[in-house]
């Protein structure tokens, strides 16, 4: 039997068994005709993939084959000099040696490692206080009945669609006068509201039955209680996927830190490749070293997403449910 031999009506019923069973694919369609469905997808693996192997192991080529004409497609000789070159001399030149990453910003403590260790400090604290207050917020706009709730909601959707940027000299001028330039609270406090982590957690807890907090209630439970102990751990998959969004977003963010930031020791990860990048602009022998700093800057977030990827398919799945 072949799919042109079924009816649109027969063919639509066909699609929902499927999709109730969680199978997408036509059974009575062929492995070739499969084949080049998915050909598309393949390529457009290939073309996302190919930047990224191309920044791996430009990291590890030295200055003479990042010249070539065409250029290699994996390093002939593999170094660690774009990293770490144990022969560099900062008192001599050597055309050869290469300053590695590590080596670089000596007048700056542990050097390229205070980038990293800012924006972990940093990205770690607003992930943790935005989840913590999103999912107390969206606990009581979901679970409370109180004067006003739906206006305040609305109030809460409606700043979604108010531009980020927007807020940026209001925002630079009140860190200004609380005297937080340059330091890790500018970092961190005005990147706290989030109110798409309160929307999409609203969402999510609609799906838990009222009747389980009320009993909770009727057993004594307090409303912190009942937040930490019941709704905290049911939020879990939802809180995974808002976890990895926020944490992306704030590792990649750089026209904030870039505006706060008045020293070099207190720049993010992006700031301090924006400040690399611009001190070897038409220099070939920091091309390596560029790739190594976004080769580290890259690996965070991309192991974060393979440690958490089934809760994050999973609680964007679920946070549509009624």
């Known amino acids: 039997m072949s799919t042109t031999s079924l009816t649109k009506k027969q063919q639509k019923a066909l699609d929902r068994a499927m999709e109730r069973g969680g199978n997408f694919s036509n059974p009575f369609e062929k492995k070739s005709q499969k084949k080049w469905r998915r050909l598309p997808l393949y390529l457009l693996t290939v073309v996302m993939i190919a930047p990224y192997y191309w920044m791996i192991t430009s990291s590890f080529k030295s ?7 065409p250029p290699t497609l994996y390093p002939k000789n593999w170094i660690l000099g774009n990293y770490y070159d144990k022969n560099f001399d900062p008192k001599q030149y050597q055309q050869d040696v290469l300053q590695g990453l590590f080596q670089r910003y000596p007048d700056i403590e542990f050097g390229f490692l205070r980038f990293m260790f800012n924006s972990v400090f940093v990205n770690i604290s607003i992930t943790l206080l935005t989840l913590f207050i999103g999912s107390l917020a969206a606990y009581v ?13 609305l109030t809460i959707i409606g700043s979604m669609m108010v531009p980020w940027q927007v807020g940026l000299i209001p925002g630079f001028l009140l860190v200004d006068d609380l005297g937080w330039l340059n330091t890790y609270w500018a970092y961190i406090i005005p990147a706290l509201p989030k109110a798409f982590i309160v929307f999409f957690l609203v969402q999510y807890l609609s799906s838990i039955p009222d009747e389980l907090i009320e009993a909770a209630r009727i057993d004594g439970a307090r409303e912190f209680t009942i937040y930490w102990r019941i709704v905290l751990p049911l939020l879990k998959p939802a809180l995974v996927a808002m976890m990895i969004f926020t944490a992306i977003g704030e590792w990649n963010n750089f026209l904030w830190p870039l505006i706060i930031v008045q020293t070099q020791d207190m720049a993010n990860l992006p700031v301090a490749l924006a400040f690399l990048r611009n001190a070897g602009a038409g220099n070939i022998g920091t091309q390596g070293v560029i790739m190594a700093a976004s080769l580290i800057t890259s690996i965070p977030t991309i192991t974060l997403f393979f440690l958490t990827q089934k809760h994050f398919i999973r609680g964007i799945a679920l946070s549509g449910l009624k």
Do not use: P
């Open 63 to 69: 200055v003479k084959e990042l010249q070539e004409v």
């Open 141 to 153: 706009v979901s679970k409370h009945r109180f004067r006003g709730k739906r206006a305040i909601y």
